[in-house]
């Protein structure tokens, strides 16, 4: 069921922002420009053998090589247990999952995930910061080499809300094509959300009832209505709008001071999301009177609040993803964390000093979702649109084994000194 993309609904809503990249398994190539200089790699000994940098030196020599694209793997075609590779880039994590097909899913070998802060002050400063583009290309420096390393036959990387936004967003693309070889596709809020439905629906609850898939992401918040068609959930609408942890904490502004201050300004994130939520609310309202209301969430808030839900010391993916929860639990747990201070936040199990700053906007979010779906149960899928992406190039790969050269995205070639200094 997760391999296909569901059908299009008839009834859509939010700004088409970014670009239209049509259906969940297209996929588009940038073929770079040849580098200048063919010469042996700086540092090289008379046998091509590089030297190993120091630490934290990638950063200063992408600078150097600014202008130099990166070269695309040679790609000879399908390959027996041949890996695929995506790459998601929200506003605030930068992930990477790298997978092999299995039976009907996948087997993940590699993954990588990385708080890197892109939209940080994008709310009012209206781009992208320069140290934030740097912590991210840093990041995507460290994705590039686990592409070559694992001899990725196939990939596509993604970047979202904060990129969208951005004045300097296609600046910054092409920065990150130059100094990684790595080719971002800024997508549509809608295509984001049906990669997100793509690759997290499998852990819907089964049933024939309505359901809401959401997803809570750092810059932008996505909601799927999903009614049951032949086989495959159909998308009835869908919703995007512009709040997700990062862009409500900065626009509203971070709960802390005192307890009624930190109450008076939780109630205010919540009035920005109902009031953005109110034409989908009102659009949704017959499906949410249904008898057994489905809901599934994918974002780090759910995960989070779902590992408080079950005590754990520490995350645990295995003990979460596919978790079904009280939602009248999720709504305790919510408001305990949005009464506590920030440093209180912080001593939580699963939250600590990175998340405790931005949990409680994802907190607020997850509230007015409850708010106009009122669902009993609330599913936890730790998966989404990473996963949607693998799923989208695996079938394709079945549909069309042999794909066009010119269809494939682009990625960081192999340095063949690699090779000679094994």
Known sequence: MADSSPPDGKNR??????????????????????????????????RGMVAAKPANSDLAENRANRGQPKKPFNISGPRPGQAYAAIDLGTNNCRLLI???SGDGFTVIDAFSRVVKLGEGLAKAGKLSDAAMDRTVQALTVCAEKLRRRNVHLAR?????????AANGADFIARVREETGIALDIISAEEEARLAVLGCQILL??????????????????LVLLEQGSGVPEMRDWLSVPWGVVSLTDTVGKVEGEPHERAARYAEMRRVVRDSFADFAERIAPAAKAEKLRLL???GTVTTLASLHLKL?????????????????????????????????????????DRAELVVAGCAILDSILDIWPATRLGVADRGIREGILRSLMARELAHPHP???NRPAWPARDPSLDRAK
Do not use: W
Request: hydrophobic residues 30%; proline residues 11%; aromatic residues 4%.
């Open 13 to 46: 809503a939010g700004p088409k922002r970014g670009g239209k990249s049509g259906k969940v398994a297209d996929f588009r190539y940038k073929r770079p420009a040849k580098p200048k200089d063919k010469r042996p790699p700086r540092g090289a000994n008379a």
């Open 99 to 101: 997978a092999r097909p």
């Open 157 to 165: 990387s993604v970047a979202t809300e904060a990129c969208r936004r």
């Open 205 to 222: 609850e089964p049933g024939t009832g309505p359901a809401i898939i959401f997803d809570i992401g750092g810059g932008s918040t996505e």
């Open 297 to 299: 969430g994918t974002s």
């Open 313 to 353: 010391p520490q995350y645990d993916r295995n003990a979460v993803d596919g978790l079904i929860v009280p939602a009248q639990s999720m709504r305790g747990i919510t408001a305990q964390l949005s009464a506590l201070s920030p440093q209180e936040r912080s001593e939580v199990p699963c939250i600590g000093r």
């Open 404 to 406: 066009l050269h010119e």
